[in-house]
C-alpha cells in the first residue's frame, strides 16, 4: 500500500479519546503533605491554586485547607472535615476515609514542593491545551482580525501570567548588581518601645512604630512619601539593627537602593543615577554600601503583588528572619481576592494587612495616596482622614436606620454613639443588622445631591462610593442613567424588579469562561436564538435565575435573589461645601443611608494615620507630617525640610512636642 493510501486509512479511523495531563498521585501527595505537616501548606500556597488541580475533589479539598490556613487554624483531620461539612462538601469529597487515605498516601511531606510542581506543570499544559482551543475557534469566526490576534494573545498571557513568580532578594545582592552598573556607568561618565523612626518628634509621640500596628502614611503623588519610609527603614535597620521587610510595588530594588546609597552616603542621588560621581563620592559610596549591606533590609519588589502572596511571603520572611517592620508601597498597587470593584478591593486589602500586623505582632507601615479633594477643597488645604483614597463621606442630615428600633436617625447623631447596629449588605447581597465600630466628623467636603428615578436623595462628596452592579463606583464616575443599589422601593416587589441590562457583559464573561457559544447558550435556556438583541434589555429576576442555574454562578443566584432594587440616577447637582460625616462597619464594610447602599470609610483599619503635605506647593523643601488619627495616644503636626538631591528628610529644630 502506497504511503498517500496508508495516510488516508490511517485518517479514517476513530481517534482514540485524549486525557488532559494530570498526575492524581501528586495530587494525594500534596494533600496528605499538608494533613501531616503543619508547615506544608506555607511551602505551596504562594504558588498553587485549587485551579491547578485536575481532580474537582482534590480542589475542593485545598481550598479549605487554604481558608484553614487564612484564619490560622490547624489543617488536619478533625478540622479539616468540620470545615469541609459545614461547607456541605464532606459527602462530595469522599467523606472522613477518602481524607485518611490521604494521609497514609504519603510517608513524608519532605518533598510537597516537588508534588506542587507537578501539579503546577500539569495545569500549565492543559490551560494551554484550552487556550489553544479557544483560539481555534476564534479562527473560525468572522471577525476583525486585529481584535482577533489581541484575543489570542490575551489568552496566551492569562496562561503565562500564572506562572509569574519572585521572591525577596537581601540588599547585599542588589548592592553589588547596582555597584557593578554605576562602576560601569561611571566610566562612561553616564530605645523605644517600638521600632524608632530617626525623627525624635515623632518618636516622642508614638513611641516608635509599635507592634501590631497598622500606620497609614497619606500624601499626593510626588510629595516624598516613598522617600520617607525608606528614611525610616534605613535608620532603623543601620543605627539599631531593626530587621525591615519592603514590599516595592512602585520602584524597583535597584531604585530603592540608589535612594538608599544617596541618604546613607550624603552623595547628590542624581550623580549615582546617572553615574557621573566625583572622587570623593566614590569613598562615601563604599562606606554607605557596606553599613548598607550589614541591614538587615529584605526587598521584594514583585511588581502588582497580590495580597495573598504578601501575606505568605511575609510570614515565611518573618520565620526566617524575624522582621521588625514591614513597609508596602503603597497600598492602591496590591491586588485583593475581590475583583468586583477596587473600593471594595482596597477595603480588603487594608483589612489583611491589619490582621497581618496582628498576626506577625510588628507594625506594618503602609503608604497610600490621598485623593484630589486636597486640591479643590476651599479653605485650609491640610489633609484629612476623609481624603483618603476611596473614602468619602456624607452630609449630616443623611438617614441611617437602626436595627435595634426600626428609627431613622441622621449620621451627625450618631457621632461618638456605642453599640449602635445599622442595616448593611452581605457577601450574599443580604440585608442584615451589622455592628458600627466608629461614627465620625471628617472635616468640610465640597458635595452633591445624587436622586434617582423613585426619588431617593442623598448628599455626598465626590469620592463616595455607591453599589452598582460593576462594584462600588465613586460619586464623580456616575452619571445619569446609571443604576445604583437602593433598598425597597415603593410600588415594586423582589419579584417585579429588573436587574440592569449592564449585567449581560458579566453573563457573556461567564458564558465564554463555560465554554457556550451565545447560540448554544440560548438553546440551553429554551430561548429561540436572537443572536444578541437580548442583551440591550435588563433581565427579570426570575430569567436571570435561570441563567445562574446553567452557568452555575455564584454571583448571578445570589444577584437573583438579592434584597438590591436599582434605581437609576435622574441627577448628580452640585451643593456646596458643608461638614460631612463617614462610619466604619468592620464586618460588612457598607451600611444603607437615606435607603441607598453606600461603602464605608478605609481609614477604620489603621491604628495611625500620618499626612504628608506641602504647606506650600510653590516651597518643595518644607515639609509638614499630620498625625491625623492615633489610637493609642496623641496627636499632632512635625515640621521637616526636605533635601531631594539627597532623597532625605530632616526634622526642623524648632519643633514643639504633640499635643
Known sequence: MSAKNSSKSHDTRMPHAIVPPHDLDAESSVLGSILIDENAIIKVVETLRPKHFYKDAHAEIYQTCVDLYEKREPIDLITLPQALKKNKLLTEVGGVSYLTELVSFVPTASNVEHYAKIIQDNALRRALI????????????????????????????????????????????????????LDELSKTKGALRGVPTGLKALDRMLSGYQKENLIILAARPSVGKSSFAINCAQYAATTHKRAIGIFSLEMGREQLVDRMISAQGDIDNWRITTGNLQEEDFEKYGIAAGELAEAPIYVDDTPG????????????????????????????????????????????????????????????????????????????????????????????????????????????????????????????MRLVPSQVSKVFHSGRKLIYCLTTASGKKICASCNHPFLTLAGWERLDKLKVGDAVGTT??????????????????????????????????????????????????????????????????????????????????????????????????????????DDIIVHNSIEQDADVVMFLYRPNEEDRVNHKLLIAKHRNGPTGEIDLFFKADRTRFFEAETNAPGK
Open 488 to 593: 425597597m422601593i415603593e410600588g415594586r416587589s423582589l419579584s417585579d424588579s429588573i436587574i440592569p441590562q449592564l449585567i449581560w457583559t458579566y453573563i457573556k464573561k461567564v458564558r465564554k469562561e463555560k465554554g457556550y457559544t451565545e447560540r448554544s447558550f440560548q438553546a440551553k435556556l429554551g430561548l429561540k436564538y436572537s443572536g444578541s438583541a437580548r442583551h440591550k434589555n435588563g433581565i427579570g429576576r426570575a430569567r436571570l435565575l435561570k441563567i445562574a442555574q446553567v452557568l452555575d454562578d455564584r454571583y448571578l443566584y445570589n444577584l437573583a435573589a438579592s434584597d438590591v432594587y436599582w434605581d437609576k440616577i435622574k441627577s448628580i447637582e452640585m451643593v456646596g461645601i458643608e461638614d460631612v460625616y463617614d462610619m466604619c462597619v468592620p464586618i460588612c464594610s457598607n451600611f444603607v443611608a
Open 130 to 181: 484550552s487556550a489553544g482551543g479557544k483560539i481555534n475557534e476564534l479562527a473560525f469566526e468572522e471577525s476583525d482580525v486585529d481584535g482577533l490576534l489581541d484575543e489570542a494573545e490575551q489568552e496566551l498571557y492569562s496562561v503565562s501570567r500564572d506562572r509569574l513568580h519572585q521572591d525577596f532578594v537581601p540588599i547585599s545582592d542588589t548592592l553589588q548588581i547596582t555597584f557593578e552598573r
Open 305 to 428: 503583588i497580590g495580597i495573598l502572596e504578601l501575606r505568605t511571603k511575609a510570614r515565611r520572611l518573618q520565620t526566617d528572619k524575624k522582621i521588625d517592620l514591614i513597609i508596602v508601597d503603597y497600598l492602591q498597587l496590591i491586588r485583593g481576592r475581590t475583583t468586583e470593584s477596587r473600593v471594595q478591593e482596597v477595603s480588603e486589602i487594608s483589612q489583611a494587612l491589619k490582621n497581618l500586623a496582628r498576626e506577625l505582632k510588628i507594625p506594618v507601615l503602609a503608604l497610600s495616596q490621598l485623593s484630589r479633594a486636597v486640591e479643590i477643597r476651599g479653605g485650609d488645604k491640610r489633609p484629612q482622614l476623609s481624603d483618603l483614597r476611596d473614602s468619602g463621606c456624607l452630609r449630616g442630615d443623611t438617614l441611617i436606620t437602626l436595627t435595634d428600633s426600626g428609627r431613622r436617625v441622621p449620621i451627625k447623631d450618631l457621632v461618638d454613639r456605642s453599640n449602635v447596629k445599622i442595616l448593611a449588605l452581605d457577601n450574599e
